[in-house]
């Protein structure tokens, strides 16, 4: 999977980028904010990338920012927001103050987005608002580091259908006493882990 991408800016537009590495130009869907704060055309470019596969169809998202891309993770974990509402919703409201609407309930703020109704705002403040950082606090020193193996591991049962949060604690459970493991024996451990 794709996790991040550097190379040069060919093509930008509010809800699209292409970004050219290797001689290979990807497309990138983008939120509005990322947008507003990409360089020229022809310069190069740095994007964290989430890869979303289906049956018929791999996308790219891009980001600037690592807690954009946490946020759009969160919001698409949501029952009911797909990618391109959560790339809506990121291009809808800055982030810091959607995290402060879903963290304090403000579901008539969120329903102004375009594309929420009422029930899926309330969904995203159901299911989000105790997995959410308060805004303006770093996120990245709280989550856990994993090595190259352990991202594999996430990335295989992320593929399989699991949720990301649910894989991170199986595999955290497993790593805990802090000896290195291969990916077929760490993969095996944690889907039996959420297998149970």
């Known amino acids: 999977m794709i996790a991040h991408l550097r190379g040069t800016l060919l093509a930008k537009h509010p809800n699209q980028v292409i ?15 990322t947008f507003s704060d990409l360089p020229a055309i022809g310069t190069e470019v740095a994007l964290h990338i989430h890869t979303h596969v289906r049956e018929d169809v791999i996308a790219l998202y891009g980001f600037l920012r690592p807690a954009e891309k946490l946020l759009f993770e969160k919001l698409i974990s949501v029952s009911g927001i797909g990618p391109k509402l959560a790339i809506t919703i990121l291009s809808g409201m800055p982030a810091d103050d959607m995290v402060t609407a879903i963290r304090g309930g403000d579901v008539v703020r969120l329903t102004r987005i375009p594309g929420i109704g009422k029930k899926t705002a309330e969904r995203m403040v159901l299911e989000l608002r105790d997995k959410l950082p308060q805004p303006g606090i770093p996120t990245t020193p709280t989550l856990p580091a994993t090595t190259p193996v352990e991202e594999d591991v996430l990335s295989a049962l992320v593929n399989l259908g699991y ?6 604690k199986a ?19 944690t889907l039996a882990g959420l297998s149970k």
């Open 163 to 168: 949720q990301r949060v649910a894989a991170e």
């Open 19 to 33: 970004v050219e590495a290797a001689g290979v130009g990807y497309d990138v869907m983008i939120s509005v904010p």
């Open 171 to 189: 595999l955290a459970g497993i790593t805990k006493d802090g000896k290195p493991g291969s990916f077929d024996s760490l993969f095996r451990e």
